[in-house]
């Protein structure tokens, strides 16, 4: 069975700093996809960030990027110039290739923005 | 954020009601996930719903019941609630990207049953 690792259940980041989420996963296939989800306080859970793993290229989305590491198995979040909305609870989730219905999270990371 | 909607957000109920916790979505996506979460903890699937007239038990055991009568309706139902059921309950519903489905979220009916 497929496990997602996040080792770091609490951090903190300065504002305007960059901080880096990590996330590990245990997998035996070669096709698969993860997922940056990122769920603030009292409000809804939003997809931060996708990669496919078949592609070698990390995944942007503005100020959200990926460093994925596939023989690593590994896939940390990395978030620039931190800003006070930033702040959550950030998690880490993977599903095999086509026809998987199972999405496997990690058990999170909150994350803190100080001012 | 995704147009998928969880009502209701909250719900304190006493032990024995029955309970629907309604979920719909206007993306016209076929496939439709339940999870349970509770606090400060990683999201377990419950149901699923590939399309209409169409539903899964999850990974987790749940006594929760779901149907799926219309593609964009997707409510979930405990017939007798218990204190063992408090939790948060996250409905989701999924576009295909790339080979494979994307998962969009709900706001979450966070439950308490006393």
């Known amino acids: 069975a497929q496990t997602v690792t996040q080792s770091q259940p609490e951090m903190s980041v300065q504002e305007a700093e960059t901080v880096t989420l990590s996330c590990t996963y245990d997998t035996s296939e070669s096709d698969y996809y993860l997922f940056w989800y990122k769920q603030p306080p009292s409000r809804q859970m939003i997809l931060v960030i996708r990669?496919?793993?078949?592609?070698?290229q990390n995944a942007t989305e503005n100020r959200f990027s990926v460093n994925f590491q596939k023989a690593a198995k590994s896939f940390s979040l990395k978030i620039s110039d931190s800003q006070l909305g930033d702040a959550a609870m950030y998690f880490c989730a993977y599903i095999s290739g086509a026809g998987s219905y199972q999405l496997t999270f990690g058990k999170g990371t909150k994350l803190s923005v100080i001012p | 954020e995704a147009d998928i909607y969880q009502t209701p957000r909250y719900l304190v109920i006493g032990t024995g009601k029955k309970i629907t916790l309604e979920c719909s979505q206007t993306?016209?996506?076929?496939?439709m996930y339940w999870y349970q979460q509770d606090p400060g903890m990683e999201l377990h699937l419950i149901h699923y719903s590939y399309g209409v007239n169409s539903t899964e038990k999850g990974d987790l055991s749940s006594e929760s019941t779901v149907s799926r009568i219309r593609t964009e309706h997707f409510p979930l139902t405990l017939e007798s609630a218990r204190p063992s059921h408090t939790s948060q309950y996250l409905c989701?519903?999924?576009?295909?990207?790339?080979?494979?489905?994307?998962?969009?979220f709900g706001p979450g009916t966070r439950l308490l049953v006393l």
């Open positions: 989701a519903s999924s576009e295909f990207w790339r080979g494979q489905e994307t998962q969009y």
């Open positions: 993306m016209g996506h076929d496939k």
């Open positions: 990669q496919e793993a078949y592609k070698q």
